[in-house]
């Protein structure tokens, strides 16, 4: 009885028989594997398992992975996105800004807080006691990247010794969602204008409280000449 041909030759062979008795062509090759479909070829898929040799621990360490990653994104996406924003304000360079309104919780006859952005050496915003606020309205939303602030009643030396001066300031900005974020400025008590960095985005008001008085004594003020915003160009 003759078994099935040669799939290369034809020849009949008998039955049981490994190779062709003409060409030698194996008659009953092993069949080949299936190749793996694309996503089976990429680690940790791409090894050929029996069913439930490992596979479900695999899959939660893939999980486990998947759900680290994400977690590391959502805590690092905060610190990532000041440092990109901090890069921004240096590569850029600063523009001044100007409020559009200007109170004061307290100020000496013929000393307004509007003194403070008028551009001038030789005025400025007399407050009677440490605790006065000054508070700057911006007309629309902008990224604060610096605050320059020049201390005492002028830039120039001979008169800086004129009026006390704070030494300390307490920052309280209010952001366009109504956020507040608050900074204790520390100030030198030098003359001259002094730059505080302060990136800080969608600032809509900014206070300034005076602390920390020098030179207050009888029938002085405290004296602040200037203060002055910058936005990111």
């Known amino acids: 009885m003759a078994g099935a041909p040669c799939p290369s030759c034809g020849t009949p062979n008998p ?7 003409r060409c030698a062509t194996a ?5 080949k ?14 090894r050929r398992v029996r069913a439930g ?19 590391g994104a959502l805590l ?24 559009v309104g200007i109170r004061a919780s307290a100020e000496v006859p013929g000393h307004p807080a509007k003194n403070t952005t008028d551009g001038l050496s030789n005025s400025y915003w007399g407050a009677p006691a440490p605790g006065a606020s000054v508070t700057y309205t911006f007309g629309k939303p902008f990224r604060m990247v610096d605050l320059l602030i020049t201390n005492g009643p002028s830039k120039n030396p001979e008169d800086y010794h004129g009026q006390a001066r704070a030494l300390r300031m307490d920052l309280e900005v209010t952001t366009a969602d109504g956020e507040r ?20 985005s969608d600032v809509k ?15 002085r003020r405290l004296a602040l000449a200037e203060v002055e915003f910058f936005q990111r160009s």
């Open 53 to 71: 040799s490992g596979r479900a621990v695999r899959l939660l360490v893939i999980l486990a992975v998947v759900v680290a990653l994400c977690a």
């Open 33 to 46: 594997p299936e190749p793996l479909p694309w996503w089976r070829t990429v680690w940790p898929f791409r």
């Open 15 to 21: 039955p049981g028989r490994r190779f062709c008795r």
């Open 27 to 31: 008659l009953n090759p092993a069949a």
């Open 205 to 219: 008001t900014v206070r300034l409280t005076l602390r920390s008085p020098v030179g207050l004594t009888s029938g």
């Open 76 to 99: 690092l996406l905060p610190a990532g996105r000041a440092l990109f924003e901090d890069t921004r304000d240096k590569l850029g360079k600063p523009k001044p800004v100007t409020p």
């Open 181 to 200: 974020q608050n900074k204790q400025l520390t100030l030198s008590d030098r003359p001259g204008d002094q730059t505080i960095p302060t990136g800080i």
